[in-house]
């Protein structure tokens, strides 16, 4: 039973444990969910090689397209008018919310297989540049309507808060797909592990079905909306007619949606760029691939292996931020915003620290690859760039400002692509590189600016920057040579030794950022 004596501290504080809960939850299933994703990215590496990998990895622009269609800005719209209901009590209108979203994401969801499906080779040939894209672009079309349910049932529990389902879900898919990839691979090569690109979108199907089962039948056995709020359902509350809830899920869907399909048409541009300007480099169209593929197959998931902690923040920022902001709370969205920043930046400069020391052995001895392992000490500069805008984009979107992050993303993707256009043709590999770094440093830069506009909020430069930057130099100075001296001296795995100095690279850190106060119990309450 909802407490009417609940005093605004008590309330404050009750948001704020849901905050740090959720943010647990869907970090430790990111975490386990993207363990499983690079271990399954190391074994298709291994078995379809980096050619193969590199078609595989072409046809992820057409999915990125396509979702961005039917669920991007749905589910995003879900989140924040479930969030925004829940603010003011009203739980009336929050199942008929999920329902139209349904409905609107999983027509759309159709129209994308149909169009897809039968234009398969016309976008292989035509768009991707590799006509051996088809056949999996065909098996891939079927994925689009299980995927949308799956998106809008997650946006609904995001906006209530309710971070558990979602996150299974996720994980769940990610079993499913490994677990029928390694069996199917097993079965047809009569004992012998034999992968192909339609194998591992086949893969995808498999998990997607899987996930949309299980998300849908949770709805049967969790709470109502209106027994989560903790003063109880406003008994003045109305219910919104069809046609507003529509009007309402449209006015935020459509322009995201809008906004996010043009920068996944420039993404896809940026991919299908990268091995036509290689090859203009010299290189020849297997070579191409095979260096798309390690770079986009292998070193680019590692770098962005420790955003499931960040992404789990960024998902819970969107509604608690809607939520404050419907509720006039000037200081919940503030002190959100710094201390959402402050980790951002934090967890960006370890893992930077982590990859310009092992990157190289990461590489070789993980991935089974020198070439991986250059790119990551190349691209450790990416990460507290990458990290802090995905979470800048979060509190913009929260705040109702979507066509912000769209133009900030517009700039940054033209850049990438002027610059991939210029420097690889002449620079090669590296020419990407270079594009990539200046292409996020202008998004970051361009999205702080935005927030620091719109939001209040105290920024502790030594906290947030010199603190972490100078203990993460010291950490790397220090367990860098004892790495390479140990390496020496011992006959441990390799593999198990860096491992174990990247953990304690992290622990070290983390132990010296709660001794110099860095970090502080008081960031939480």
């Given at each position: 039973?909802?407490d ?8 404050h504080?009750?948001?704020?444990n849901?905050?740090v809960?959720g ?16 271990f ?33 800005g ?7 008018l479930?969030?925004?209901e829940?603010?003011?009590?009203n ?5 008929r919310?999920?329902?139209t ?14 169009l ?11 768009f ?28 609904y ?28 691979a ?8 034999s ?7 086949l893969?995808?199907?498999f998990?997607?079905?899987a ?21 109880g ?5 109305k219910?919104?007619?069809k ?9 935020v ?19 299908v ?18 260096t ?26 969107l509604?608690?931020?809607?939520e404050?902001q ?6 919940m ?5 710094a201390?959402?920043?402050k980790y ?5 400069i370890?893992s930077?620290?982590?990859f ?15 070439e ?12 507290p ?12 979107n ?5 066509r ?11 850049s990438?692509?002027?610059?991939i ?16 770094l ?17 939001v ?28 390479e ?15 174990t ?7 070290i ?11 502080s ?5």
């Amino acid at each position: 039973m909802a407490d009417n004596n609940l005093t605004p501290e008590q309330l404050h504080l009750a948001k704020r444990n849901n905050i740090v809960k959720g943010t647990m939850i869907l970090t430790l299933a990111g975490f386990i969910t993207r363990v499983i994703g690079f271990f399954y990215k190391i074994f298709l590496s291994n078995t379809m090689g980096a050619e193969l990998l590199g078609i595989y990895q072409l046809i992820f622009p057409v999915y990125g397209i396509a979702f961005t269609v039917y669920a991007t800005g749905i589910q995003t719209s879900l989140s924040r008018l479930v969030a925004a209901e829940l603010g003011k009590r009203n739980d009336k209108n929050i199942s008929r919310i999920l329902r139209t979203g349904l409905v609107l994401s999983v027509s759309l969801a159709l129209l994308m297989s149909i169009l897809v499906y039968w234009g398969a080779d016309y976008i292989a040939w035509r768009f991707l540049l590799e006509e051996r894209c088809a056949k999996s672009l065909r098996i891939l079309a079927f994925v689009f309507p299980f995927c949308g349910i799956t998106s809008c049932i997650n946006g609904y529990y995001y906006g209530l808060k309710k971070t558990a389902i979602p996150a299974s879900t996720q994980l769940l898919e990610q079993i499913v797909r490994v677990i029928a990839v390694y069996a199917i691979a097993l079965l047809a090569g009569n004992g012998e592990l034999s992968v192909t690109c339609e194998l591992a979108v086949l893969g995808i199907l498999f998990g997607e079905i899987a996930s949309c089962l299980y998300n849908f039948l949770s709805l049967f056995f969790t709470k109502s909306p209106g027994k989560l709020l903790v003063l109880g359902p406003d008994p003045n509350a109305k219910m919104s007619g069809k046609k507003q809830v529509t009007k309402e899920i449209l006015h935020v869907s459509v322009p995201l949606s809008a906004n996010r399909l043009l920068i996944n048409i420039l993404h896809s541009i940026e991919t299908v760029l990268i091995p036509t300007m290689l090859r203009r480099f010299g290189l020849t169209t297997s070579q191409a691939l095979s260096t798309y593929g390690v770079l986009n197959g292998m070193s680019i998931p590692f770098i962005m292996f420790p955003t499931a902690l960040i992404n789990a923040l960024a998902v819970l920022l969107l509604p608690t931020i809607s939520e404050a902001q419907a509720l006039n709370n000037e200081r919940m969205i503030g002190k959100t915003t710094a201390i959402a920043i402050k980790y951002s930046l934090i967890i960006g400069i370890i893992s930077t620290g982590i990859f310009i020391n092992f990157g190289k052995d990461l590489g070789t001895l993980v991935l089974h690859n020198e070439e991986a392992g250059t790119f990551l000490v190349v691209l450790a500069w990416l990460c507290p760039l990458i990290y802090l805008s995905t979470t800048l984009s979060s509190i913009i979107n929260g705040l109702g400002k979507p066509r912000i992050t769209f133009i900030n993303s517009i700039i940054g993707s033209i850049s990438k692509i002027l610059l991939i256009i210029f420097l690889i043709p002449s620079r090669g590999i590296s020419g990407y590189l270079i594009a990539l770094l200046i292409g996020q440093l202008i998004i970051t830069f361009l999205d702080s600016i935005a927030v620091g506009r719109y939001v209040r909020f105290s920024f502790n430069a030594t906290d947030n920057l010199v603190k972490p930057g100078m203990i993460t130099a010291f950490s790397g100075f220090l367990l860098k040579e004892s790495y390479e001296y140990i390496k020496k001296m011992t006959q441990t795995s390799e593999v198990v030794l860096i491992l174990t100095f990247c953990i304690l690279f992290c622990a070290i850190c983390i132990g010296l950022l709660i001794i110099t106060h860095a970090i502080s119990k008081k960031d939480f309450k």
